[in-house]
T-cell receptor, first 109, second 113 residues
Framework: KQEVTQIPAALSVPEGENLVLNCSFT??????LQWFRQDPGKGLTSLLL?????REQTSGRLNASLDKSSGRSTLYIAASQPGDSATYLC????????FGPGTRLSVLP | SAVISQKPSRDICQRGTSLTIQCQVD?????MFWYRQQPGQSLTLIAT?????????ESGFVIDKFPISRPNLTFSTLTVSNMSPEDSSIYLC??????????FGSGTRLTVV
């Protein structure tokens, strides 16, 4: 059974810092991995999708990498801003779609 | 990728009543998914809804409590029946967009008092 974990559970940084969020999964037989952002009480916004054949994807200040063999993905956020404050979820799609518990990010002005 | 309109965005309901949540997709999709996110938790899949057939429920979720309709390829509803405070959660619908990954509705924040 696929299990997804995310470290850290919460993170508070001053504005302008570069930061890394980590996602680990136990079963490497996945089709893709997706990073989402969730604002409090709201739905999910897709940030990046990495297919199993890809190593990384970039969108603006976000870069996500995937190492399927080791069961790890990282989300790199450059030059963080207060507007980046949210919960970040990773989800892997193998036999089904499994979410991690999320990292709650606070970027302080 | 698909755009999903979900409503209501939030509601406060009395225990013992039912609430129906609607999701409308701007394109035809084969499968729609319904998730629950309890306070402070990650998302849990409730069921997968295919048009023209019964929804497939995950372990721990039953049709009597969470009946789902899927009358066509762009619309689905989830009803939370006979609600109790433990049903207070965010409910989300989702579709898969192939190469675009999964797209989610904006969520329904349900509070049962």
């Amino acid at each position: 059974k696929q299990e997804v974990t995310q470290i850290p559970a919460a993170l508070s940084v001053p504005e302008g810092e570069n930061l890394v969020l980590n996602c680990s999964f136990t079963d490497s037989a996945i089709y893709n991995l997706q990073w989402f952002r969730q604002d409090p009480g709201k739905g999910l916004t897709s940030l990046l999708l990495i297919q199993s054949s890809q190593r990384e994807q970039t969108s603006g200040r976000l870069n996500a990498s995937l190492d399927k063999s080791s069961g790890r993905s990282t989300l790199y956020i450059a030059a963080s801003q207060p507007g980046d404050s949210a919960t970040y979820l990773c989800a892997v799609y193998g036999q089904n779609f499994v979410f991690g518990p999320g990292t709650r990010l606070s970027v302080l002005p | 990728s698909a755009v999903i309109s979900q409503k209501p965005s939030r509601d406060i309901c009395q225990r013992g009543t039912s609430l129906t949540i609607q999701c409308q997709v701007d394109s035809q999709v084969t499968m729609m998914f319904w998730y629950r996110q309890q306070p402070g938790q990650s998302l849990t899949l409730i069921a997968t809804a295919n048009q023209g057939s019964e929804a497939t429920y995950e372990s721990g979720f039953v049709i009597d409590k969470f009946p789902i309709s899927r009358p066509n390829l762009t619309f689905s509803t989830l009803t939370v029946s006979n609600m109790s405070p433990e049903d207070s959660s965010i409910y989300l619908c989702s579709v898969t967009g192939g190469a675009f990954g999964y797209t989610f509705g904006s969520g329904t924040r349900l509070t049962v008092v």
